[in-house]
């Protein structure tokens, strides 16, 4: 069944930044006839082709897209939330039509979900407690799924993954355990193993990803927020109520230093890779030794890895039969960029980077302003970015840093867009020059924030309210101010004309009054 047509007053045309904080919210959808990614955008998910520089938007969601993946020929897409009517939506990627959707898949929602590598099998795992984790045929027309089990530990599971060539084992983590799924006799089998600073030789930051690799050592890896890949394979001796096919620990590895958290772990053909918060992606043989880094990316924490071609088809395959492969990173700054893999033989550091392809937006935006006269918009954010965008193009064309503090709070643009006016928290009004985003003056209107800026239709004026319940005025006016300096915005006067917080800020032209004293 698919997605209910969204109805809306407003059609979505075009969207700027991306979900910055949703781990592993940026895939790949290179193939030979487009070059394309898809990340995420409150509930909403984007396709976008940085070749054509077009966006397909996919909605249907009525709440934050929590979780997303796409399938490994990159054809499909999955998309899941939490909240009231929850919905985990698959879609077609060439099309962004929706091909099927499963209602309330989990009480609350999905915090979770992944494809098996042949795109038939749906893993997910529910965000409230106690969690289940549910398998999925997506080549069934059922509305049920195949495999279903509560988690019955009280570590919440936030991460899951297929293994890369056996859609019959799945692995779990939470921040402090691990749990290795395994189909067999018609029901899913868990097992989760001990996890002590004995048997790791030391005490062993939380756990935030994990993978499991090909081969018949059943070998699997964790990563942790404090530097370290925790290595699990089969038990090799018989234990009491422990099979074969269980896993212990085999060992912890310090790959990073402390403090480093592995934000992402992905098993690419020979090849195990990691993004991690200090900006860099790694890759590594089976064993763990180091092959290739690339640490000068400048582009903040890695929270999402993806890869521009597909697996080679030889899991384990030898150093001299697989290339390190093109990928693309999204970070925590809210950039996502290209790698080329061959920047790694370049020698300056200037050389090692990446093609930025989605500049979003590295702080929260607190407010935007229209350009009167141009297809310009100002966005704030609150870090004190001023942000030009062009609506036309979709790029952004200028920027300024104003500081985190004060923090801005509301901005208007004057009727003739000379003009930007940013409030700010602590009562304070800059007027920067719109056509260079220089501080021209800046006007103290009270102690408490601004929360609202209003301009004459003729520009000649602007008012300002602030949680102190009042008003001030200014005017267009050459003057000097109190330190000697010259000014173009006159201070004419405030008062405090409200007992509750101002929510609306409007001059008017009085008709009955003659040209100059009209203005109200």
């Given at each position: 069944m698919a997605a209910p047509a969204v109805k809306a007053p407003l059609s979505l045309q075009w969207v700027f930044g991306f979900n910055k904080g949703l781990i592993s919210g940026v895939h790949d959808l290179t193939?030979?006839?487009?070059?394309?990614?898809?990340?995420?955008?409150?509930?909403?998910?984007?396709?976008?082709?940085?070749?054509?520089?077009?966006?397909?938007l996919l909605q249907g969601h009525t709440n934050a897209i929590t979780a997303c993946t796409v399938s490994e020929d990159k054809k499909s897409i999955v998309t899941a939330d939490c909240g009231e009517d929850s919905l985990v939506v698959v879609w077609n990627s060439e099309t962004g039509a929706p091909s099927r959707t499963l209602f309330n898949a989990h009480e609350g929602g999905v915090c979770a979900l992944d494809l098996s590598a042949d795109g038939q099998t749906l893993v997910t795992v529910s965000d409230s407690l106690p969690q289940q984790i549910k398998v999925w045929d997506l080549s069934s027309t059922s509305e049920e799924p195949v495999y279903s089990s509560e988690i019955v530990t009280h570590d919440k599971q936030a991460w899951v993954k297929f293994h890369p060539t056996d859609s019959n084992q799945i692995v779990t983590n939470g921040a402090a355990r691990v749990v290795f799924w395994t189909i067999e006799n018609d029901r899913l089998r868990f097992h989760s193993p001990p996890v002590s600073a004995k048997e790791l030789g030391g005490s062993v930051g939380a756990f935030t990803c994990s993978a499991m690799l090909p081969g018949p050592d059943g070998l699997a890896v964790s990563g942790t927020n404090d530097g370290d890949i925790v290595v699990w394979a089969y038990v090799s001796l018989p234990e009491p109520g422990v099979l074969p096919t269980d896993r212990r620990v085999s060992k912890k590895m310090r790959l990073f230093q402390a403090g480093v958290s592995v934000l992402q772990l992905r098993v690419f053909d020979s090849f195990i890779v990691a993004g991690t918060s200090d900006g860099a992606v790694?890759?590594?043989?089976?064993?763990?030794?180091?092959?290739?880094?690339?640490?000068?990316?400048?582009?903040?924490?890695?929270?999402?890895?993806?890869?521009?071609?597909?697996?080679?088809?030889?899991?384990?395959?030898?150093?001299?039969?697989?290339?390190?492969?093109?990928?693309?990173?999204?970070?925590?700054?809210?950039r996502i960029a290209l790698v080329n893999a061959s920047v790694f033989e370049k020698t300056e550091p200037e050389q090692r980077r990446g093609e930025l392809l989605i500049e979003g937006f590295a702080h929260a935006p607190v407010c935007i302003a229209a350009h009167p006269e141009a297809l310009k918009l100002a966005t704030v954010l609150s870090s004190g970015t001023v942000l030009i965008q062009d609506i036309d193009k979709k790029t952004v064309v200028a920027s300024a840093e104003l500081g985190a503090s004060p923090a801005p709070t509301t901005a208007k643009y004057d009727p003739k867009g000379r003009y930007l006016a940013i409030g700010m928290d602590d009562g304070t009004v800059s007027l920067l020059v719109a056509s260079t985003l220089a501080v021209e003056q800046s006007v103290t209107c009270s102690k408490l924030p601004v929360r609202k800026v209003a301009f004459s239709d003729d520009g000649s004026h602007f008012a300002v309210a602030s949680d102190d319940f009042s008003v001030a005025i200014f005017r267009f006016e050459r003057n000097t101010d109190e330190e000697g300096q010259e000014v173009n915005w006159l201070y004419i006067g405030r008062i405090v004309s409200h007992s509750s917080h101002i929510v609306s800020l409007q001059f008017v032209n009085d008709p009955s009054k003659p040209p100059g004293d009209d203005l109200r």
């Open positions: 193939t030979s006839d487009r070059q394309a990614l898809l990340h995420i955008t409150a509930n909403s998910g984007v396709i976008f082709d940085y070749d054509l520089r077009t966006q397909t790694r890759f590594y043989d089976f064993k763990c030794r180091i092959l290739a880094w690339y640490e000068d990316l400048e582009l903040g924490p890695v929270t999402s890895l993806t890869f521009t071609s597909a697996p080679s088809g030889k899991p384990g395959a030898s150093d001299a039969e697989v290339r390190i492969p093109n990928f693309i990173i999204g970070t925590s700054t809210g």
